[in-house]
């Protein structure tokens, strides 16, 4: 007797014919192992081999091992459900979803994952592995998952069996499961193309994942998704971000910010805690903040976003209310661009601006930076802005309280008419020999315009619109 089971025939007679004898592999009999031993059995099998052994036995026989199997190895147990007859593969999870309520849509899933990849074989490329189970999200979703070279197919009970890309196949991650395809994008005011698609994000309250062969991959989500839909999507002055979002720390809270095409977005919960509130920054304003080191530096990070003004003297600009960097001489900033160009005014400069109406009052917009004199020696601050209406001079710094015994802060911040500025100018080394104003001016009674103003070094009076200076004889000496 010849054994021709592990061959493919056997040499017959004495004229070297050959009879091919192919012998069947007898089927697989799992019902005469224990439910251990026989998930055993099944782990060693092709998944297609394991899938009809397991067909092969009654409903009551085939749960019994797989219970096993799935305490072992869950995503084996997925994938040989995945890949049974539907009748079967709900008879079983009818059972299973008592031990993982999440195997109830398995059957579903994998029709409609199936369907999905045969749409988009091309778009998606070769299989990488089995369909498994994904989730929970951030959201609590279960699913499933079929990874491919180019994506993956995610499925949920909301959204069904969609491509994803493959920076969007961890469910777990800010963005959740799919809740439709992608679809085209606005173009970008920058001219950039590409895509977006929708996700349930992390919280129920939405995410989008966009798509640009420029910017590549960047997902943004509430309170940047609702700020950016505002502002007209990538039609809009924001376009495509160009980066996720990120946290850094303040002074004063914590600060999430995303960069976009147009502008850099910041949310913060400084006005109402728990609650994130987007504010843009942008154009010039942009530059100019980032030019003073963003956030950490003086001007802090944004309350609102930016106005229209139009000042007295006929021109127009725009402002935007920034928190200032928190320490003890800094209170809120303002960014005022114009013709004029684009400068922040500050502490109590800006005070002092705010009371005399700011932009719109008689000072008008500013047209240059403040200019800091100080006196490190005594421990002063002197600084003065020029406007266009005028300037604002400042003077702040501590002196000893004998009464008090401790050291008091002073301030005194005064504003001067656009007569003094010019006068300054027609007569170079006049403003440093009277130096700063000690007082605001006094009306004269005979005009409403008439006036007269002391500072440390003379004084100051204002007829017809003209200034003139009368200096304290050996001051400047």
Not at 217 to 242: C, E, V
Request: aromatic residues 6%.
């Amino acid at each position: 007797m010849v054994d021709a089971s592990h061959g493919q025939g056997i040499q017959a007679g004495d004229n070297n014919h050959q009879t091919n004898v192919f012998m069947q592999q007898a089927p697989i009999d799992l019902a005469a192992l224990s439910s251990h031993g026989a998930a055993d059995k099944v782990k060693g099998l092709s998944r297609d081999d394991a899938v009809v052994a397991l067909a092969r036995l009654p409903v009551d026989e085939a749960l019994k091992i797989l219970e096993v199997v799935l305490a072992d190895d869950e995503g084996l147990a997925v994938s040989l459900l995945a890949h049974m007859n539907h009748r079967r593969a709900q008879e079983l999870v009818a059972e299973l979803k008592a031990v993982k309520p999440w195997l109830e849509n398995l059957p579903a899933a994998s029709a409609a994952i199936a369907a999905c990849e045969q749409a988009a074989r091309v778009e998606l490329g070769e299989r990488v592995g089995q369909i498994e189970h994904a989730g929970p999200s951030g959201l609590g979703t279960e699913g499933y998952r079929q990874r491919h070279r180019n994506g993956a197919i995610l499925w949920s009970a909301r959204g069904g069996a969609t491509v994803v890309p493959p920076p969007a196949a961890d469910v777990q991650g800010v963005l959740g499961f799919p809740l439709g395809v992608a679809r085209r994008a606005q173009r970008s005011p920058s001219g950039t193309d590409g895509t977006f698609q929708r996700f349930e994000g992390p919280s129920g309250e939405g995410a989008t994942l966009y798509c640009s062969e420029r910017h590549g991959f960047a997902a943004i989500q509430k309170p940047f998704l609702t700020y950016h839909d505002r502002m007209g999507g990538t039609g809009g002055q924001l376009g495509f971000p160009t980066r996720p979002a990120d946290s850094v720390s303040h002074t004063l809270t914590t600060v999430l910010h995303q960069p976009f095409e147009g502008g850099m977005v910041y949310a913060a919960s400084l006005r109402s805690p728990g609650r994130l509130v987007a504010v843009g920054v942008f154009a010039e304003m942009l530059e100019y903040h980032e030019a003073h080191n963003r956030i950490m530096g003086p001007l802090g990070f944004p309350l609102d976003d930016a106005v229209d003004v139009v000042s007295p003297h006929g021109t127009s600009g725009r402002r935007q209310d920034f928190t200032g960097s928190g320490g003890e001489d800094s209170g809120p900033a303002t960014i005022y661009t114009s013709t004029h160009g684009t400068f922040a005014v500050r502490s109590s400069i800006r005070a002092r601006y705010e009371q005399l109406a700011g932009a719109v009052g008689s000072m008008g917009l500013p047209i240059a930076e403040e200019v800091d004199s100080r006196i490190y020696a005594l421990g002063l601050r002197r600084g003065y802005q020029a406007f266009e209406g005028g300037a604002i001079y400042t003077t702040s710094g501590r002196r000893a309280s004998f009464l008090a015994a401790a050291w008091q802060k002073r301030e005194r911040t005064i504003e001067v008419r656009k007569a003094v500025i010019e006068m300054f100018a027609s007569s170079p080394g006049l403003e440093r020999t009277l130096g700063f104003p000690r007082e605001v001016e006094k009306r004269l009674a005979e005009s409403d315009d008439d006036a007269v103003q002391f500072f440390e070094n003379g004084v100051v009076t204002i007829r017809g619109g003209r200034a003139q200076a009368w200096v304290r004889p050996g001051a400047g000496g």
